[in-house]
């Protein structure tokens, strides 16, 4: 990615995965924290995220990497909280775009 590419803005993928989190949130009650109905709500809107947003999903990723081992992960039918926290962050392509990215922002202040 060359530095006059780079994007904050989530990538659909991210954001119809985030979508995807706050439905089942809505339909099964469970999963995530208001923190994370928020980074939810920013990914859906794909404006440009801060740099330090950024790094927070990858610290976030990083902590909840864990819960892809848990029972019903990946279950929509009956989806543990932590798939549904996961898909909030923007779920496996939000991981990724956020890693790529950080490697490309660094500790660049926020606008």
Known sequence: MEPHEISLVPPQIVADNAAKGLALRAKFGRGGTEIGVGRAQELVARRALQPSTIRRMVSF?????????????????????????????????????????????????DI
Do not use: C, M, Q, T
């Open 61 to 109: 990723f990083a902590r909840h990497e864990v819960d892809k081992r848990a029972k019903n992960f990946g279950n929509e039918e009956n989806p543990s909280a932590g798939y549904v926290a996961w898909l909030l962050w923007g779920g496996d392509e939000g991981r990724a775009w956020a890693i790529e990215l950080k490697k490309v922002i660094g500790n660049a202040p």
